[in-house]
């Protein structure tokens, strides 16, 4: 009688480590007696029943302790037989399995959970809203619990700010998974740096099957900034906890937003090697799976398509075509042909580079972009970009820039921009900039400059207006290399003349006016007629029609416009009334206004300085404006001077003086001096000067109240000399080496073993040098001592220190 197939299992087992060494080491169980098969170690023989391996669920599985390779179960919930290879659990499919694959999931499938912890940013009082996140050059991280047990796939983030040093260069984000709260638990998976363009959602998409999440663990996102000459970085987060399944690393009650997709697809084959999302290494893959079962085997190395087949790419679409073609929502979007790449979208923009966002495609159509970040979040049409970041954030149409960072951040149309940084953060139509950060950051329409420098309009090598027909040459103008024109003006009444030899100078004209009469003059009707004898001139005409016509009012309908000349008799003043008010009075060489302001520029000052202050002179587009800061959002103050664009944007203060393009904006103080682009930003204080350039650094710093005046530099003495920017050690003094460099150092006044170099006596003149004093050779005049000699004898000769005594 045959024991039980489970029984027949243990006893044979047990029995097997009973036996000594010589003993047959296979082990057959069946119900015949039949000996096990020569290359078997266990041979299980039966025609009616089976072999049960153990049985479990995907969790189950999953929580096995260091799995052995070749390691096999039954899984209950994908009715299947799993093994283990030398990484992770594969599913043994129906029928054969070809010796290599690919995976292609669906979306539905590839983001299968979603956990998104964010919120609508509102304004304060009506709803949660964004704090920004921090500023930091370091990493931030966000913990969160698995809702249910899955292959993490895809981690997004919202970044709310970022600033480099060089705005060239790239932002790179790079993220981390860890198990538990924070980054102590175990690394799970890092990915290769994403470069970030701009702010908003960005997302890491993860190798399948990488990070294997358990329904209600904790996890862990870090990302980590990889960049250098990063100034700060900021992950958006909320005013409220807007998340209770994890935290920030800013605090307990505070969240990052974010988004984690996770998927529990079961997977047909796994794929060797693994590829993310959107990514196809064709050279290990012969097979081709769909998440629906099915695989194909050919056409591999001619066609990659989604699963749905309105992506793909096809190669040779037919024999000999030599053409590869890219298929976008179903529809042929692009060729390549020898030599050349046809566009085929319905908006015609052409895309050549990384990094770039085209945004709203409809709007933003026609344009041209090549290189790496050209025309990234352009708004506009029709524009030519070449070049690294080559009109990168422009707003306008019609334009092309060429060169790396040309017109960046710009906004205008019609222009033209050739060279580095040329047109930079400008903004303005119908220019043309030529040259090296020619225009750079320069405000106008119509204008041209050819220049290598950022320099202005009065720097420029040539500067031109198109709408005034003005060109300008600052410096020499030189014609065909045959003589250059004077780069001063001359004297009242000289000409231009020349020496024959290339100089043009200013001279005085010589002109024999001796025998010049009128040779007509004449009035015809209204029409005097008048020319000059040997003048060269044609008859010069007068029309005096309208010269007995007075018009002494200009006004609009309503008459509360208007331009009078003289309102009264012999009044001798030109008045301006607008909106019914008396505004400006034109009289005797001076300008009276009514108010008691002078607001000069586009969108100057606002309405609390026009109706309450007094004494202000501003003069600048958007200078002494209203602030969007929502601490100080108006300007306020009286007897300031604001001088440039957007100077005193947000002033809050009396009796300041500030100069310069963004100077002194949310200042909070009175009696303060600032020169220079954005110096003095956000200071509270009284009683300053600040001088300073570009990015508002302060070179000259005073305090008026203080006595005091600070150089946050080199001080340099005529071009001389220059001091040093450190202080010395105790007793050190100044000095130089006569070669325009001033140091510290140690006084040496060595008078021990000086010696007397020369003595010597001339007629009547004595004559001394002293070793090392660093002195000229000194004179003593002996005229006046008494002549007679026989008796002279010198009496006394010493030295003390410096000084010489001689006695007779």
């Known amino acids: 009688m045959k024991l039980p197939l489970f029984q027949s299992v243990v006893y044979t087992a047990m029995l097997c480590l009973f036996l000594w060494p010589a003993a047959q080491a296979q082990v057959s169980i069946n119900e015949t007696n039949a000996d096990p098969d020569p290359s078997a170690m266990l041979d299980v023989q039966s025609i009616d029943k089976g072999v049960l391996l153990p049985r479990m669920t995907t969790d189950e599985m999953n929580a096995i302790v260091d799995p052995a390779p070749g390691l096999l179960i039954f899984n209950e919930e994908t009715q299947s037989y799993w093994h283990r290879d030398a990484t992770q659990w594969c599913e043994i499919s129906a029928g054969a399995v070809p010796p290599a694959g690919l995976l ?69 984000l790079s993220l981390e998974v860890y198990t538990g709260e924070g980054t102590s638990g175990t690394l799970l998976y890092q990915s290769d740096p994403l470069a970030i363009p701009a702010l908003g959602y960005f997302y890491f998409a993860i190798p399948y099957e990488t990070v294997a999440l358990s329904q ?103 024999p000999d075509e030599d053409q590869v073609r890219i298929f976008l929502k179903d529809e042929e979007s692009f060729t390549f042909s020898p030599g050349q790449i046809g566009l085929l979208n319905n908006f015609s923009t052409v895309a050549i580079g990384g990094n770039i966002d085209l945004g709203d495609r409809e709007n933003n159509s026609y344009n041209t972009l090549l290189g790496q970040g050209a025309g990234n979040l352009l708004t506009g049409r029709e524009n030519t970009f070449l070049g ?55 405000n106008g329409s119509n204008q041209l400059f050819i220049e290598n420098s950022d320099a202005g309009p009065a720097a420029a090598l040539i500067y031109g207006e198109f709408d005034n027909d003005f060109l300008r040459i600052n410096g020499t103008l030189n014609l065909n290399g045959a003589f250059a ?65 007075v018009q002494t009012l200009l006004e609009d309908a309503d008459q509360d416009t208007r331009i009078s000349v003289e309102p009264s008799p012999d009044a001798d003043l030109v008045q301006m009334r607008i909106a019914g008010t008396d505004a400006f009075e034109f009289i005797d060489g001076k300008i009276n206004l009514a108010s008691a302001n002078i607001l000069i520029g586009s969108d100057v000052g606002n309405e609390n300085l026009r109706t309450n202050a007094s004494g202000n002179v501003i003069i600048g587009q958007q ?186």
């Open 485 to 549: 024109f004077p780069t001063t003006d001359g004297t009242t009444g000289q000409v231009l003349e020349t020496d024959g030899a290339g100089n043009v100078s200013w001279g005085n004209k010589t002109l024999d006016t001796d025998d010049q009469t009128i040779d007509q003059l004449s009035l015809n009707g209204t029409t005097l007629e008048i020319s000059l004898e040997n003048d060269g001139q044609a008859v010069q005409t007068l029309d005096l029609a309208g010269i007995n016509s």
């Open 623 to 808: 200078a002494g404006a209203n602030s969007a800061n929502p601490t100080r959002p108006e300007t306020y103050g009286g007897a300031n001077v604001f001088i440039g664009q957007g100077a005193g944007i947000g002033n809050y203060g009396d009796y300041n003086l500030l100069l310069g393009a963004s100077t002194g904006i949310h200042l909070n103080g009175s009696y303060n001096i600032y020169m220079g682009k954005s110096v003095g930003l956000n200071q509270s204080e009284s009683y300053r000067l600040r001088i300073g350039g570009y990015l508002g650094n302060t070179l000259l710093y005073g305090e008026f109240d203080n006595s005091l005046l600070q150089v946050n530099g080199t001080l340099n003495i005529n071009n001389a000399f220059s001091f040093p920017i450190a202080d010395g050690s105790t007793g050190q003094i100044l000095q130089t080496d006569g070669s325009g460099n001033v140091s510290w150092g140690a006084k040496t006044i060595d008078t021990d073993d000086q010696t007397i170099d020369q003595l010597s006596l001339n007629g009547t003149t004595l004559e001394l040098s002293l070793e090392n004093d660093g002195q000229p050779t000194q004179t003593v005049d002996l005229a006046g001592i008494d002549t007679d000699t026989d008796d002279q004898t010198i009496d006394q000769l010493t030295l003390n220190g410096t000084t010489l005594e001689v006695s007779q």
């Open 104 to 172: 292609l999931n669906k979306d539905d499938c590839y983001l299968d959970t979603t956990l998104i912890a964010q919120a609508l940013c509102e304004y304060p009082g009506f709803g949660p809203s964004c704090i920004g996140g921090g500023f930091t050059t370091t990493s931030i991280w966000q913990s969160f619990t698995a809702a249910e047990g899955g292959s993490l796939t895809v981690v997004g983030v919202d970044v709310s700010d970022f600033e480099m040093t060089n705005p060239g260069d790239d932002f790179l």
């Open 216 to 318: 209600g663990s904790m996890y862990t996102l870090n990302c980590v900034p990889l960049t250098t000459g990063l100034d700060g970085w900021g992950w958006n987060q909320e005013d409220t906890n807007i998340y209770d399944g994890g935290r920030s690393s800013y605090g307990a009650n505070q969240d990052q937003e974010f988004e984690v997709y996770v998927t529990n697809c079961n997977t047909r084959y796994l794929v060797q090697p693994r590829s993310e999302r959107g990514f196809v290494n064709l050279s290990s893959v012969d097979t081709l799976f769909f998440a629906d079962g099915t695989y194909t085997t050919t056409g591999i190395n001619a066609l990659i398509r989604d699963t749905d087949g309105d992506t793909k790419v096809t190669a040779e679409q037919s």
């Open 388 to 442: 690294y970041l080559t009109g990168s954030e422009f707003n306008g149409y019609n334009n092309v820039a060429v060169g790396p960072v040309a017109g960046f951040d710009a906004v205008g149309n019609n222009n033209l921009y050739l060279g580095n940084y040329a047109g930079y953060s400008v903004s303005g139509s119908n220019n043309v900039f030529l040259g090296q950060r020619a225009g750079y950051s320069h």
